[in-house]
């Protein structure tokens, strides 16, 4: 895979006298890949994010974005900042304008784009983080949350090709945590580069492909999460922990209730890996492929699939369940519901965006795939 | 137990809206219990805690504070307030000064304490948060998750008998997280009363005894935290999730034919019940103060070298920095996870956590599981 983003032996300081933020930090992002950057307090990841984006500039070092060195040049970063954009923690640090379409429009302005081009990106973001009704509302009226949304509806609009969100679902409730996590599965797989800082070490563990670890102004960890969390001494000197089922998954395997791989990052895959009886018979997941414009209800009731559980994941699947007047039971992390309920041995039914489809069945495969348990898939 | 907080028929509405944030809501708040706020944003968790103290006004309905409706005259609520510590989500909005100490010193010496006394509890606070190095720094150059910490170690210096957590380890890093949840659990035990809002089911459900739902303005649900999450269509509707060691052994117990009883909270719990553990690591426990950690730590380890060895509390930890402890986080569940699969350790606690550690053990025993447990 090519490299996207790259710091190059960066160091920087916020003020001369004061200590080094980044002291020799180098770290490669591939692209199209999902990569976690986690640290302790004050390790610098939101200065390596500033660093990435060039809204600072390194006191030694290079940032190279598509193997070339940034300019700094005026009309190099605005071209890159189009790229590359930047979800801060806090949603007030980048609230340019007093109403939300404004708001969101704000990036793709900046672009030139043209106005229909503009206006068809301000209506599908909002749609996106599901704030189409508060497009003419002030952003002062809106709640921390709301405001989480609307800038995320921002960094959307400018369909970049790398996102990097810090802590995004930090002060979220699940339920708008599971929203921001599925837009950010959603833009994976349209093919942008995810990058996420986050002090959720079980969420990172469930979603990431790649680590970097930073400690001291350096990146201490680069690689697949397994390695890093198998050296405790490192983790604990990073300032982590072990995720939660990375360590019941050692333990069992101590224990001798099966071996260590294939690791389970998810809970429902952690069941039935734990589970004794692997001949149960679990509930059939049925699939359901929406585009925007799939008649969802005649599927339902072609197939009959009425009455059962039913979840949503992903963007054309949500626009096509708008345009009918379907009940659905799960509106967020629809396919671990889904998943949890065949579990129960009930059946249930999933409306799901085709581009999604394999991060919708992910721990059903898992659980098929090694054994431990047969989820029959359907798809319709 | 005693009723520290009661409220009957409580309604409030902001002023200039008129959505009823909090609507004819009851709830009564025990002493020395470890109690949980949990509810999706913008379910009245933070107006409840700021009607607790007395910041808000309720429309309709009142508010006791130990059986007394609570007095909004000056006077009344200094009195209040010198009792009831509030830690915000957001650590700009309670931080005053430009220093860290003397940030932290605000609450004390308006309390009007002597300075020797003020300067006393800063240090130890500042310290319980790991701040010490950054005393004399501004609060500007902090982190927001260092800033989080000073804030913390700001409520601490109060000394409160009621400690109100809004979000206690939103933007903290995992250890740092863990750090506030031991220093819960020390406050617990030394009798204030603790209440947490968070957003983090996994954390508070390994810690709280009760759990209060809130939805629409009212308390959906209160009591021990399975008899919500039993019911995962209340769960949803109210935007919650369960935590996931809830559904793994549900899951588990579905398809092995097991009980769900004992629900495991943690993770010696869950691999005890699932594991099939034969033979118990040696657990040994020593509490210590922080004068003689480093002592003891010498005399127990002679005859134990090359055990793992992990600290809780935050003056062992302080005091044992440079003895190459193994665990120095999260170290109460390694350790017990250890002795479930059958490996030696030795955990140095503060001794005000002798309750806990028995509890621990307790629950293992009700699962199962003999922990070979020695306390020295």
Known sequence: MATLLEADNITFSYDKKGPKVMDGMSMKIEEGKKTAIMGCNGAGKSTLFSLLNALRKPDSGKVLFRDKPLTYRHKDIIKMRSEVSILFQNPNDMMFKPYVEQDVAFGPENMKLPKEEIEERVQESLFAVGMEEYRKTPIMKLSYGQRKRVTLAGVLAMRPSVIIMDEPTAGLDPQMAYEVMEIAEQMHSSGVTVIMASHDTDLTYSWADELRVLYGGKCMYAGEPEPFYSDFESVQKAGLLLPTVFMMNRTLADLGKGSLEPYPRAQSQMALKTAQHKDVDLGVLHVIKAERDTDIKAIIDDYQLGGMPTGVYGMSARMALRATSTDVDFLYNGPENCTMKCLNGQDSVLICDPLMFDKAVTSAMFINEHGFGKINIDVV | ?376
Not at chain 2, 306 to 312: H, I, L, M
Request: with cysteine; charged share 25%.
């Open chain 2, 1 to 376: 137990m005693s009723e520290i907080f009661r409220l009957e028929d409580v309604t409030f509405t902001h002023p200039g809206t008129t959505r009823k944030v909090l609507n004819k809501m009851n709830l009564t708040i025990e002493g020395g219990s470890r109690d949980a706020v949990l509810g999706m944003n913008g379910a009245g968790k933070t107006t409840l805690f700021y009607t607790l103290t007395g910041v808000y006004k309720p429309q309709e309905g009142t508010v006791y504070n130990h059986g007394e409706p609570v007095d909004y005259t000056r006077a009344g609520l200094q009195n209040l307030r010198s009792d009831v510590a509030v830690i915000l989500q957001n650590p700009d909005e309670q931080i005053f000064c430009s220093l860290v100490e003397e940030d932290v010193a605000f609450g004390p010496l308006n309390l009007g304490l002597d300075r020797d006394e003020v300067e006393r509890r800063v240090s130890k606070a500042l310290r319980d948060v790991r701040m010490t190095p950054y005393a004399r720094r501004p609060l500007q150059q902090l982190s927001g998750g260092q800033r989080k910490r000073v804030a913390i170690a700001g409520a601490l210096a109060m000394n409160p008998k009621i400690m109100i957590m809004d979000e206690p380890t939103a933007g903290l890093d995992p250890q740092a997280s863990m750090e506030v949840m031991e220093l819960a659990e020390k406050l617990h035990l030394q009798g204030v009363t603790v209440l947490i809002s968070t957003h983090d089911i996994d954390i508070i459900y390994k810690w709280a005894d009760t759990s209060s739902i809130l939805y629409n303005g009212k308390i959906e649900y209160s009591g021990p935290a399975e008899g919500f999450y039993s019911d995962p269509e209340t769960v949803y509707r109210c935007g919650l999730l369960t935590p996931s060691i809830f559904n793994m052994n549900r899951d588990i117990c579905a398809i092995d034919g097991m009980d769900v009883d004992p629900y495991p909270r943690n993770c010696c719990e869950f691999t005890a019940k699932f594991g099939n553990p034969k033979e118990s690591g040696r657990l040994v426990c020593v509490a210590a103060e922080e004068e003689t950690a480093a002592e003891r730590y010498e005399e127990v380890m002679k005859d134990l070298k090359g055990v793992q060895t992990g600290v809780y509390g935050s003056d062992v930890r302080y005091a044992l920095t440079d003895n190459g402890i193994d665990f120095r986080f999260d170290a109460m569940d390694m350790c017990f996870t250890d002795a479930v699969r059958g490996k030696d350790s030795v955990l140095f606690y503060d001794s005000i956590y002798t309750p806990t550690i028995k509890e621990q053990a307790d629950k293992l025993r009700k699962i199962g599981f003999d922990v070979d447990l020695e306390v020295i």
